[in-house]
């Protein structure tokens, strides 16, 4: 393809313009070379990798084309990951995005000691995953607060961590506390820029504030909340530290919290000659949070028309 | 607004508030105990003020692994918010071609879940001889596309003028990077360094994948590894001291640059 002829140029312009391309190539090399060497290469040996058998160990590989997904397809384990987190999403996404709202509104009314809130309540999101994990065992394993108190003031036992019934929901109560936080910054930043008058108008029409709150903030916020829940969506389908760490590394008790990236390392690193699997499981989840991702677009996009 | 409603939203937000801090405060709190006041449970105070679980996880393998993770999160934090900021400047200010269309291949890459890299950007690092060295979580942490997308967006809104009349007086692109760009771009720099330090400090999956010898683990990594054998002993009280110790720091950092953050916050969005 030939670039299109460049407007007549004095010499020197076209010098300093030859200056700036090459100034601006190596500013950009670190950056580009690392994005090749550890994100573009990677992906597209995952691709390759999710076509194929692969032994790691002595570095052979023997196509296998679709073998990887029909596998999974059939494994047990796939469909459990499947469904705990399907079900994580469905929960934690909206919890997370309405909680976060909510207080954005609270604190952006008039209220004292707005600053201290903020910063008090962003605890929870500074706190690595690990440590708020370790937390969270403390207070919901037999000996933990939660656990006694439950005993001794309603005479209620429930073994939070090892009955698949609770595993899970104890993770995404989790998720919950430390992420909403953070969304709940980036509303109140978006609040901030609403202009007052549109509620002081309201206001006079003698809307109450629940009512501004419906038909001012809610609709002014719909770009944010859009990135809230795709962000949420995102983060969530891809949930593995809390799962980890919580269940020792194997998704118990009885699979109730694999999810699609510990099942992903299981094939990676805890069983042999299942390079392939991973990459391949790895491969159809950025498919599926495509999919969940559109999907989320065309329904936010109706409701806001709609409106 | 009413006063009924005002004393509603102070009561519901002084809860939440309760809720955040009841987790922390009772970390605190267990991390005080003895293991033997641990086991016997029933109390929420501990019986005296003891320190004693600190010294004990600080002379362990503790000290180390806060160390290592201190001189990552450090490293990447200053090399990556500048090669960042050199990559967002590059495709802001200067003029070249390619330029739109590899800033439009910066935005599909970032799509890519880390989970897709991750494990074949392993068998790179195995190969490049990196495999359970701090480099090889150095080399993978530097690039934030997210970070270059947000400082090009503020470049882009940047005052010509000084930087023209720095060419003109013949420096050349770099130093007028350093002495002239930089300087005026501190509050996004310092925005861009709170959330590069606190992936990498917070950061488990990455370590977990390339590290292996106990003596390079970073502090997530090697809580969850204490914290396991603790767990046989339930010396939750160590697994305590051991979390509030990792929360130090970056706590630090976020009250010091509180201020900025805050302001800056709506640029960079979430997503942890």
């Known amino acids: 393809m030939k670039a299109p002829t460049p407007p007549p140029q004095s010499l020197r312009a076209r010098r300093a313009e ?158 919950v506390f430390s992420t909403t936080p953070n969304y709940m910054v980036v509303f109140l930043a978006g609040l901030q820029e609403v202009p007052r008058s549109l509620y002081e108008a309201m206001a006079l029409d003698g809307a109450g504030p629940i009512e501004r709150h419906w038909r001012i903030s809610v609709p002014q916020l719909m770009p944010l ?70 999907l989320l677009k065309t329904v936010v996009k109706s409701e806001g028309l709609n409106r | ?102 800033f439009q291949t910066l935005l599909i890459i970032i799509m890519v879940p880390s989970q897709v890299t991750m494990i074949p950007a392993y068998l790179v690092v195995a190969r490049l001889g990196l495999a359970d060295t701090h480099l090889a979580l150095i080399l993978t942490s530097l690039v934030s596309i997210s970070a270059i997308f947000m400082m090009r967006q503020f470049f882009i809104n940047f005052r010509a003028e000084v930087e023209e009349a720095a060419k003109l007086d013949g420096c050349s692109a770099l130093t007028t990077f350093v002495r002239i760009v930089l300087p005026m771009a501190l509050p996004a720099l310092a925005t861009q360094a ?11 999956m990455k370590p977990l994948l390339y590290i292996s010898s106990v003596d390079n683990y970073l502090l997530t990594q090697g809580l969850n590894a204490a914290a396991k054998q603790y767990e046989k002993s339930a010396a939750w009280n160590l697994i305590m001291a051991g979390s509030v110790v990792s929360v130090l720091p970056i706590l630090l950092v976020y009250l010091g640059l509180n201020r900025f953050f805050l302001k800056l916050n709506d640029q960079t969005g979430g997503g942890k």
């Open chain 1, 18 to 175: 030859n200056k700036d391309a090459a100034a601006a190539w190596s500013f950009l090399a670190p950056t580009l070379l690392l994005l090749l060497l550890f994100t573009v290469l990677p992906a597209l040996y995952a691709v390759y990798a999710s076509l194929h058998k692969l032994d790691i160990v002595s570095g052979q590989s023997s196509w296998a084309g679709l073998k990887n997904l029909q596998y999974l397809w059939e494994d047990d384990k796939f469909w459990a990951a499947c469904r705990n987190t399907t079900r994580y999403v469905l929960v934690v996404v909206p919890l997370q995005t309405s909680l976060a709202l909510l207080l954005a509104c609270m604190l952006n009314s008039r209220i004292r000691f707005r600053r201290g809130f903020v910063t008090l309540f962003f605890l929870p999101t500074l706190t690595s995953s690990a440590a708020m994990t370790m937390i969270f065992m403390w207070l919901f394993n037999n000996d933990g607060l939660v656990s006694q108190a439950l005993q001794t003031h309603f005479g209620i036992t429930i073994r939070f961590l090892s009955d698949p019934h609770w595993a899970l929901p104890i993770i995404m109560l989790m998720n």
């Open chain 1, 225 to 294: 909340i859009f990135y809230v829940l795709t962000m949420g969506l995102i983060g969530c389908f891809q949930v593995f530290d809390q799962a980890f760490i919580l269940s020792g590394g194997d998704g118990g008790p009885e699979d109730s919290t694999l999810t699609f990236t510990l099942l992903i390392y299981h094939f990676a690193f805890k069983t042999y000659n299942t390079m392939g699997l991973a990459c391949a499981l790895a491969v159809v989840l950025t498919l599926i949070i495509l999919l969940a991702s559109r």
């Open chain 2, 1 to 102: 607004m009413s006063r009924l409603l005002t004393y509603l939203l102070h009561g519901f937000l002084l809860g939440y508030a309760l809720l955040t801090l009841t987790p922390f405060v009772w970390a605190v709190l267990s991390s005080m105990k003895s293991v033997q006041e641990i086991a016997v449970g029933g109390r929420i105070l501990p019986l005296a003020l003891d320190f004693g679980a600190y010294r004990q996880i600080l002379q362990g393998d503790f000290g180390r692994w806060f160390f290592n993770s201190l001189s990552v999160a450090l490293t990447v934090t200053i090399s990556s918010v500048f090669s960042n900021t050199l990559a967002a400047y590059a495709l802001a200010r200067l003029r070249f071609r390619g330029g739109a269309a590899l």
């Open chain 2, 194 to 204: 709170i959330f590069i330090f606190m992936g990498v400090w917070n950061e488990f």
